[in-house]
């Protein structure tokens, strides 16, 4: 007899509480959400009730950019002294070595470059069988200091010129050492600097060039960067180096992966910072100047996850179902704040309060039919 009047005590208590639920959502005016289901409904169905999961979720963000040539891989190509374009011999486009001719260029001062040069070539070798002469009499005491002093300055001084005309000349691409004066020629060749390939042609055969004048740019596309354009508050949230993921607009079925170099803390007019990535594998695919979109990942941290399939509309709010008791449940609206691989990151819920996981649709059919 004890035994049955305990029983019913506790059973009153468990009532008691169910009631003081129910209670207190009629007094938030959620009666409207609640969804009772006979033991025959739940039985017969496919519900399934789970508890949210704590995951360590890793922040990412998208960012827009495009691959570019570091500075130290651009070489933009001129004529050192100008002239006059007589042949170019690639398009934008061509691949190039290092060494290899690209163009010709023809002007009248390099023939006086050549020509004053042999001429101080020769005036040097004169001077210095000169200087040789004096110097034997000077050891001799057969000349003056005076007179040895001027020749070894006239002698020394055209050492310099010809030394810089040797130079101005190795500048133009020329090699003095093969010059005679029945090979003199108007017409210079330039070479290649790098290996590569030709992004852009300035100037068409017949035109001058002075010598600031670029008449094409190289690229080696050996190292190449993906400049990024990323929000200041993203900015906090990355650590050192982070990885990011990015696809072409023109291929997004195939990313390509790397790592942050570098962030300038500079801020532009927008509030952004941009960042340079490097690549962990190069492709052909990947052309300077082609814009890509990519993912940035940082920072991790601890976050309230459900799954996605959880979740469901209901008058115009993203919703779950919370589980009041074995046949009662309740539609909640959450704050979804990202979804990621299936998972839904939920502000507002709590790790104890069980959700529904499989059968949503059967309590949302029943919710329906009974408003």
């Not at 995951?55 to 691959?67: D, E, L, M, V, W």
């Not at 046949?327 to 998972?343: A, G, L, M």
């Amino acid at each position: 007899m004890k035994t049955i009047i305990y029983n019913c005590i506790i059973l009153f208590f468990i009532q008691c509480n169910r009631n003081n639920t129910v209670t207190e959502f009629k007094s938030k005016s959620q009666m409207d959400t609640l969804v009772q289901l006979t033991n025959t409904q739940l039985k017969n169905s496919t519900i399934k009730t789970d508890f949210p999961k704590i995951r360590s979720i890793q922040h990412s963000f998208n960012a827009f950019g495009k691959i570019e040539t570091p500075p130290q891989n651009i070489v933009s190509i001129s004529a050192p002294l100008g002239g006059y374009l007589k042949s170019i011999l690639l398009l934008p486009g061509s691949r190039v070595k290092k060494g290899q001719v690209i163009a010709y260029i023809e002007d009248a001062k390099y023939i006086d470059l050549q020509q004053e040069y042999l001429t101080g070539q020769s005036r040097l070798r004169l001077l210095n069988s000169e200087f040789i002469r004096i110097k034997e009499l000077f050891d001799k005491s057969a000349c003056s200091k005076k007179t040895f002093d001027e020749s070894e300055s006239i002698y020394e001084t055209q050492q310099i010129l010809v030394k810089s005309l040797e130079e101005r000349m190795a500048l133009i691409g020329l090699n003095p050492r093969v010059f005679t004066f029945e090979n003199i020629s108007g017409i210079i060749s330039i070479h290649s600097p790098i290996n590569g390939f030709i992004t852009s042609v300035n100037f068409n055969v017949g035109r001058y060039l002075n010598p600031s004048d670029i008449l094409l740019e190289i690229v080696n596309p050996s190292d190449l960067h993906l400049t990024l354009s990323i929000n200041e508050k993203d900015r906090m949230d990355l650590f050192e180096n982070p990885k990011f993921t990015a696809v072409l607009n023109s291929h997004p079925n195939k990313s390509y992966t790397g790592k942050i170099i570098l962030i300038n803390n500079h801020l532009s007019i927008e509030n952004t910072l941009e960042a340079h990535g490097h690549f962990d594998t190069l492709s052909n695919d990947l052309i300077p100047g082609l814009f890509m979109n990519a993912t940035i990942y940082g920072n991790s941290y601890n976050a309230i996850t459900v799954p996605e399939s959880c979740l469901f509309q209901f008058k115009g709010n993203t919703c779950v179902f919370i589980q009041i008791d074995s046949n009662t449940f309740y539609c909640k609206p959450v704050s979804v704040s990202k979804i990621e691989n299936k998972w839904a990151i939920i502000k507002n819920l709590e790790t104890h309060q069980r959700i529904v996981t499989d059968g949503v649709n059967e309590i949302l059919m029943n919710l329906s039919n009974s408003l």
